[in-house]
C-alpha cells in the first residue's frame, strides 16, 4: 500500500512558476514509477509528466514539455513537478501516481493515487 500526498499548488499570475510535492509513505518508492495528472473542470483527466522508479527516464506531454519538470527523491519519498511559465489553461486539479515498476502515461496503470492540489494561474 501506497499513500500518496500531493502539496505545493496555489494561485500563480501568467507567466509565474510553481513547485508540487508529493510525499509518498512506505518503503518501497525506488520500485514505483510516479506520474504526475490534472484534471480541470469539466474535462478530463489529463497525463503530464513520469519518471521512472530509478529516475533515469522521463516522460512529457506535449503540452508542458519545455516547462514543466518531473523529478524525484527516492531517498525523500517525495517526487516533484516544477512548473514554469505558467499559463491560465494549467489551472487544474494536479494529482501524483505510482505505478508499481512501471513507466506510463497510461491512467488506469497507476495503482495509488494523492487526493490532488488546487493550481490556479491568473492571467
Known amino acids: 500500500q501506497v499513500q500518496l500526498v500531493e502539496s505545493g499548488g496555489g494561485l500563480v499570475q501568467a507567466g509565474g512558476s510553481l513547485r508540487l510535492s508529493c510525499a509518498a509513505s512506505g518503503r518501497t518508492f525506488s520500485t514505483y514509477g510516479m506520474g504526475w495528472f490534472r484534471q480541470a473542470p469539466e474535462k478530463e483527466r489529463e497525463f503530464i509528466a513520469a519518471i521512472s522508479w530509478s529516475g533515469g527516464g522521463t516522460y512529457y506531454t506535449d503540452s508542458v514539455k519545455g516547462r514543466f519538470t518531473i523529478s524525484r527523491d527516492n531517498a525523500k519519498n517525495t517526487v516533484y513537478l516544477q512548473m514554469n511559465s505558467l499559463k491560465p489553461e494549467d489551472t487544474a486539479v494536479y494529482y501524483c501516481?505510482?505505478?508499481?515498476?512501471?513507466?506510463?502515461?497510461?491512467?488506469?496503470?497507476?495503482?495509488?493515487w494523492g487526493q490532488g492540489t488546487q493550481v490556479t494561474v491568473s492571467s
Open positions: 501516481a505510482a505505478a508499481y515498476l512501471r513507466f506510463t502515461s497510461k491512467g488506469s496503470e497507476y495503482a495509488y
